[in-house]
């Protein structure tokens, strides 16, 4: 009896072409997010020279700085104002919400377009403040209008820098970077770890600072805002997902 002829034992495929490399998607395109946080930290700078010298001595990016100047106004030193303050905290815990409520929604999914979605928003509240700036500029209703846009956006930002855990840029307050500073450099324990982004993180708030205090003294809060709006639309268009 004849065997029939048998077909040959293909042979194995190569490893790279049974498992071809897993697409990494969009995460990585952009810039960056230790810049892009860094680029914000400018921002809160320039938002914060705002609202504490031209709204009356409050703030609205940096809450533990608000929280004493709400201690202040309640005990009735002249110059601050528990409305003003107590607005800017409200908003801020509202924008806080908000963040966390779209965390929960994108976080399983890309990052780079968390980030990105609330930059643009971000943008967006902070346009609408420097257009209430030139078209209402010393108005009581200003006042409150520039302080919950402002505050709301950077409470939306705060929550969701949190939520992307890039560490020792959390692009509002500096207590603990600088800290961090002191504590690990040779001085402190020797580590020195992440000084140059801490480093960083604390020139980059001086920066802001510095360039919205000439702006407002000299421009008024229209200019300031406006470039702090730019500056968060063109992070919101280039922002990765990669640290």
Not at 121 to 128: F, K, M, P, R
């Amino acid at each position: 009896m004849t065997t029939p002829p048998t077909s040959p034992t293909p042979e194995p495929e190569p490893e790279s072409a049974q498992q071809p490399e897993p697409d990494r998607g969009p995460e990585p395109r952009g810039v960056r997010l230790v810049v892009v946080l860094l680029a914000l930290t400018v921002v809160s700078g320039l938002i914060d020279a705002v609202s504490y010298l031209g709204l009356g001595r409050v703030f609205t990016a940096n809450m533990t700085g608000n929280v004493v100047v709400l201690g202040f106004a309640a005990a009735g030193a002249p110059g601050f104002s528990v409305p003003h303050t107590a607005t800017s905290l409200g908003c801020f815990l509202a924008g806080a919400a908000s963040g966390g409520r779209l965390a929960a929604r994108c976080r399983p999914g890309s990052r780079r377009r968390w980030a990105r979605v609330t930059l643009a928003v971000e943008a967006l509240l902070v346009g609408v403040s420097a257009a209430i700036a030139y078209a209402w500029p010393d108005r009581a209703p200003t006042v409150y209008a520039l302080i919950a846009l402002t505050a709301y956006a950077m409470g939306l930002r705060n929550a969701t820098v949190r939520k992307l855990g890039v560490p020792d840029l959390t692009t509002t307050v500096l207590t603990m970077t600088l800290t961090g500073l002191a504590a690990d450099s040779r001085l402190g324990d020797g580590t020195d770890r992440r000084s140059p982004r801490r480093t960083a993180a604390v020139c980059a708030m001086f920066a802001g600072a510095l360039l919205g205090a000439w702006l407002v003294l000299h421009h008024g809060l229209g200019l300031p805002l406006l470039i702090a709006a730019a500056a968060s639309a063109v992070l919101a268009a280039v922002a990765s997902g990669r640290e």
